[in-house]
């Protein structure tokens, strides 16, 4: 059964970057026809979809965050990472990954709630 | 970007009832759609993709239709477990935005 966890820092100070990880086993990464995805939702909000990376490295990004965010992937730990840079307040959410096939978003992490404070 | 909207925002509804909630995109997808449902403290679980698969495991009182620019989610007979939040997603495209939800109480 494949599971993905994601884990990083729990609060980030204004102005400075978000970095979490998201690790998946049960699986490989590889899979030539699956993205791995960012989704994040503000406490009591929506979902919205970040962006997702292939294991070849290949990104896709949604544009409204596409100057401040980095995902990568490292085939050699199974895993991949999202780099939020220069966060507000509005970038306090639960941050969820997931993977992506021909059919949306099957597998979902449990989610990590990233506070924004100073 | 196309945008998605949903309808209602919310609804009440009692055991047993037919529940219809409804998406609509701002520009065609084709049938490049997906629902999820959320419970509190959980993460979404895809219910249906492609507008009107259902998932494997899902159980089969929940439907979906539609394609282009309007879609809808049926639960024909509904149950006390099936209270959440629900979510459409266009994934035709980059970004694979959702709608912004409707929340299903009994």
């Known amino acids: 059964q494949l599971q993905l966890q994601e884990s990083g820092p729990g609060l980030v100070r204004p102005s400075e970057t978000l970095s979490l990880t998201c690790t998946v086993s049960g699986g490989s990464i590889t899979g030539t026809t699956y993205y791995w995805g960012w989704i994040r939702q503000p406490p009591g909000k929506g979902l919205e979809w970040i962006g997702a990376?292939?294991?070849?490295?290949?990104?896709q990004y949604n544009p409204a965050l596409k100057s401040r965010i980095i995902i990568l992937v490292d085939r050699s730990k199974n895993q991949f990472s999202l780099k939020l840079s220069s966060v507000t307040a509005a970038d306090t959410a639960v941050y969820f990954c997931?993977?992506?096939?021909?059919?949306?978003?099957?597998?979902w992490g449990q989610g990590a709630l990233v506070a924004v404070s100073s | 970007d196309v945008q998605m909207t949903q309808s209602p925002s919310s609804l009440s509804a009692s055991v047993g009832d037919r529940v219809t909630i409804t998406c609509r995109a701002s520009?065609?997808?084709?049938?490049?759609l997906a629902w999820y449902q959320q419970k509190p403290a959980n993460a979404p679980k895809l219910l249906i993709s492609?507008?009107?698969t259902l998932q494997s495991g899902v159980p089969s009182r929940f439907s979906g239709s539609g394609s282009g620019t309007d879609f809808t989610l049926t639960i024909s007979s509904l149950q006390p477990e099936d209270v959440a939040t629900y979510y459409c997603?266009?994934?035709?495209?980059?970004?694979?935005?959702f709608g912004p939800g409707t929340k299903v109480d009994i």
């Open positions: 492609a507008a009107s």
């Open positions: 990376v292939h294991y070849s490295g290949s990104t």
């Open positions: 520009l065609g997808i084709n049938n490049y």
């Open positions: 997931g993977r992506e096939n021909v059919a949306g978003i099957d597998y």
């Open positions: 997603q266009k994934y035709d495209s980059v970004p694979r935005t």
